[in-house]
């Protein structure tokens, strides 16, 4: 069992959001990054257990310069087998999609999984774009996933039904919560991460889309406290208020 | 130049998300002064697809050889298409789970600029520009899309539809998809809890957190959410210990909401609950904790033991019902 993880870099969930260069560019001044925790946390988890289960290996791979290192670190101390970086401006999802797609077409990856978003551009474009580019499934927003033989089967949450999609390998699967639990290397996965093999390829794929300007949104009006036997008149601001009931 | 817009149907109608992306795709036709034209899929009657027409919308090419149920290889197909039929230049979804599965393919296959997630009409006053929601909630971005064919999936609940045309012509569209054997087997699973209002479409969700001490309390949220007609949803920290199931917990790392009114209750307001639930239009949070974060998120608030102020609140519900029924 080949499998292939997408991860990537995100700034950590308590990131101040801040831009610069005339709003045109994300400030990384003092940003810590992360794994995605999609990526992190379900993808690689649950294929680190698909492969403890079944045998074969885990590749990750993720788009961006030499700075990426650290998060790659992360996630081979966490199990994953070895790394490939693809050196490049991660600009948008079809740049990435792409060179990720041209990096696995001969590889035979058995399946190919990422988190169901990132938590920057919170897409969800890049394993859909993938699939396709393979010719191969997709099933998104996976929040259960095996395999069987030569069958994955993936619970998906639609309309607050669950459905169980199965389809043959090879397959491109996105995850929600549910799919893994997160897990936290210890000292041996962490020594062990220092010499694994990252790999490094090159890709001059243009992105399709560009951000031209960042904005903050409208800062929310002071909170209006309502005494707690009050409530009365809490119903009634809500309905002739703020109209939402 | 036309539009083409996918729409998903359910119990016979067009979906409400749908519904949006329709009004939303019909609204961009008349800027650029092209058509649009809504493709429907699923078991739907002639007169309901044509009522996409309703919400601007010239045509309906109605599918008439897919299964009942929703399935990503088969749409993606059908939609290829439409896109092939009409020489469309601008495909929109809804950025729902039908939407999040298919665009990325098509946008993949055409080799067309792809934003996911819009939140507002395009500006095509110079060039073609779209803005969406980015790091969770907590910022905007305005991209740009330099190819020639664009797709779009639009952020339920964030554009509303708009009722302002006349039933359309349907024509059946028969996609050829008959000899097209899906890779995909799809089986429903009965769902354990019981129904109730959806929790990604309602309007009105009641959400609480650690602050009920024990999964027992949850009682008084079930009835305070009932009696509003709401969905329930819960804090990351109680579907990890078990107390809630998994699907009900919002925030960074499970699902992003946008209700129309959001009550918060015994949650302290972490940064990574914020931005699964910063989409919503009025925020409620009851906490005994003045200094609880999530104040400063909050439209109004109520300091007080949940155990409480919950009851009363759901009382002032009820008479507030009997009152204006």
Redesign the interface.
């Given at each position: 069992m080949k499998i292939l993880v997408c991860i990537s870099q995100v700034?950590d969930?308590?990131?101040k959001?801040a831009?610069t260069d005339n709003d045109t560019r994300f400030n990384e001044d003092k940003v810590q990054y992360i794994v995605n925790?999609?990526d992190e946390?379900y993808a690689l988890v649950r294929a680190l257990e698909l492969k403890e289960t079944l045998g074969g290996n885990v590749t990750i791979i993720t788009a961006g310069n030499a700075s990426v290192e650290a998060i790659i670190r992360k996630a081979l101390a966490i199990g994953a087998d070895d790394a490939v970086r693809i050196d490049m401006d991660a600009a948008?999802?079809?740049s990435v999609?792409?060179s990720i797609a041209d990096y696995a077409a001969d590889k035979g990856f058995d399946l190919i999984l990422a988190g169901?978003e990132t938590?920057?551009?919170?897409?969800?474009?890049?394993?859909?774009?993938?699939?396709?580019?393979l010719n191969q499934?997709?099933?998104?927003?996976g929040?259960k996933l095996d395999v069987n033989g030569n069958t994955a089967s993936v619970?998906?949450?639609?309309?607050?039904?669950?459905?169980?999609?199965?389809?043959?390998l090879p397959?491109v699967v996105s995850a929600?919560?549910?799919m893994a639990e997160q897990r936290i290397p210890n000292m041996r996965g962490i020594m062990a991460a220092r010499t694994k093999a990252i790999t490094v390829v090159s890709s001059a794929e243009q992105?399709?889309?560009?951000?031209?300007?960042?904005?903050?949104?409208k800062p929310?009006?002071e909170?209006?406290?309502?005494?707690?036997?009050q409530?009365?008149t809490?119903?009634?601001?809500?309905?002739t208020e703020?109209k939402?009931? | 130049m036309s539009v083409i817009i996918f729409a998903e149907t359910a119990k016979g109608s067009i979906k409400k998300a749908s519904l949006e992306a329709i009004s939303y795709g019909a609204q961009i036709a008349a800027q650029l002064q092209t058509t649009a034209t809504a493709v429907v899929g699923g078991a739907i009657s002639t007169e309901e697809a044509a009522r996409a027409g309703e919400y601007g919308v010239s045509k309906v090419l109605l599918a008439t050889n897919l299964p009942g149920h929703f399935d990503p290889m088969l749409v993606e197909q059908l939609v290829l298409k439409a896109v092939d039929a009409s020489s469309a230049k601008i495909v929109v979804f809804s950025h729902d789970y039908a939407g999040r599965s298919v665009a990325p393919r098509i946008a993949a296959r055409l080799k067309a600029g792809l934003v996911s997630g819009a939140v507002a009409l395009p500006d095509t006053s110079a060039g073609f520009v779209v803005r969406k929601n980015v790091f969770s909630g907590k910022a905007l971005a305005e991209y740009q899309i330099n190819t020639e064919v664009k797709v779009i999936t639009l952020l339920p609940n964030s554009v509303p539809a708009q009722k302002n045309g006349a039933a359309a012509a349907v024509e059946s569209f028969d996609a050829a998809l008959a000899g097209v054997q899906s890779s995909l087997k799809i089986e429903k699973k009965v769902r354990e809890h019981k129904g109730g209002v959806l929790l990604t479409e309602a309007e009105l969700v009641v959400s609480a957190g650690r602050g009920m001490k024990d999964p027992s309390n949850w009682n008084i949220i079930e009835e305070l959410a009932d009696t509003m007609g709401a969905a329930t949803a819960c804090s990351r920290p109680v579907s990890d210990i078990g107390w809630r199931p998994h699907h009900e917990h919002v925030g960074q790392t499970g699902i992003a909401i946008r209700p129309n009114l959001y009550i918060a209750v015994g949650i302290s307001g972490a940064i990574q609950h914020l931005a699964g639930v910063n989409g919503s239009k009025v925020i409620v949070v009851i906490n005994k904790d003045p200094e609880a974060p999530f104040f400063k998120a909050a439209d109004y608030g109520v300091v007080g033991d949940a155990m409480e102020v919950v009851p009363r609140l759901t009382e002032a519900f009820r008479k507030f019902k009997a009152a204006n029924s």
């Open positions: 700034p969930t308590t990131t959001i831009f925790p999609y946390w948008d999802a079809w999609a792409k169901k938590i920057d551009y919170n897409g969800s474009e890049v394993p859909g774009m993938i699939a396709a580019l499934p997709y099933i998104a927003l929040s619970e998906v949450e639609v309309d607050g039904e669950v459905e169980i999609i199965s389809t043959a397959c929600a919560k549910g992105a399709l889309v560009k951000v031209h300007k960042f904005s903050l949104p929310k009006s909170v209006k406290l309502i005494d707690a036997d409530m009365d809490l119903v009634q601001l809500l309905h703020a939402v009931i | -």
